[in-house]
Every structure is written in C-alpha cells, then in structure tokens.
C-alpha cells in the first residue's frame, strides 16, 4: 500500500485526529512565543527573501482554518533561518539540492487549476517560478525520450 492510500483511505481519520491535529496545534501555539520576523528586526538576506515568499504566499492563500498554521511554519522557517546558522546552513543545503532537482527537470510544476480551492487568484495566472519549472520539466522529459535531439 501506498502512503497516499494509507493516509487518505485507511487511516485517513486516525491520521486527522491524532497527528495532523496535534502537530498543528503545538506548532502553532509554539510558534505564537516567537517574535515576528520582519525586514525591520531581520539581517541575513535570504530571510528577507524567505519574508516576501510567505507575504506574498499568504495574499494568495484563503483558508482561514489553515492560516494560522501557515503563519506558524513561517515563524519557525524565518526564525531558525535568521538566527541559528546550523539550520540556515542545513537549510541552504536542501534549497541548493531542490534547484537542482529542478534544474535536471525532475520537479513537476504544479497541475492548471491548482490549488483549486481557498485560493485568492486565479489559479492559472502563473509567474516567471511556474514557467521555469514548466520548461525545466517539459525539456529535460522531451531530451530523454528523444535522446537530445
């Protein structure tokens, strides 16, 4: 069986009320003891960076069942990042390997009309990120099927 399966067939109850739940709970409530992460009270520039994806990120997002958790992942990914250089050198680390996942085109961009709920745009107005994933994935697929040709 596969984890989709197991997670949304036949555990999909269990996994809602005793992980997802209690993960989302102490997150948040952990999370609210952080400061806020702004540009004002922040020095390395990849945070700032990391600030303007969530801004930006968070406008688009409209669910506000989830919000606060969004908001507790942003607080805890910002912060670490800001002042903790393990994390931040560990995250640069899986950033760098994440680009080049995309770059040899095996990181799928996401499907047209997604999201497809709790979502403030229109799904299929994409940005230059979704292009550049888009033709990383279409070329790197055509090159291997026709052996670069």
């Known amino acids: 069986m596969n984890l989709s399966d197991w997670m949304l067939k036949e555990q999909r109850q269990y996994v809602i009320d005793k992980i997802k739940k209690p993960i989302m709970k102490a997150l948040i409530i952990l999370a609210n003891r952080l400061p806020e992460p702004t540009t004002e009270n922040t020095v390395i520039p990849n945070t700032r960076t990391m600030i303007r994806i969530w801004d930006k990120f968070l406008s688009m997002e409209n669910n506000a069942g989830r919000e606060p958790l969004f908001k507790a992942i942003d607080k805890v990914q910002i912060g670490e990042y800001e002042h903790d250089y393990y994390y931040r050198d560990r995250m640069d680390v ?5 680009l080049e996942e995309v770059l040899m085109g095996n990181w799928k961009p996401r499907s047209l009309g997604h999201p497809d709920s709790c979502w403030k745009v229109d799904s299929d ?7 550049f994933l888009q033709e ?3 070329h790197n697929k055509i090159d291997t099927k026709t052996g670069g040709n």
């Open 94 to 98: 899986w950033f760098e390997l994440w």
């Open 125 to 131: 107005k994409r940005g230059i990120g979704f292009k």
């Open 136 to 138: 990383q994935y279409y």
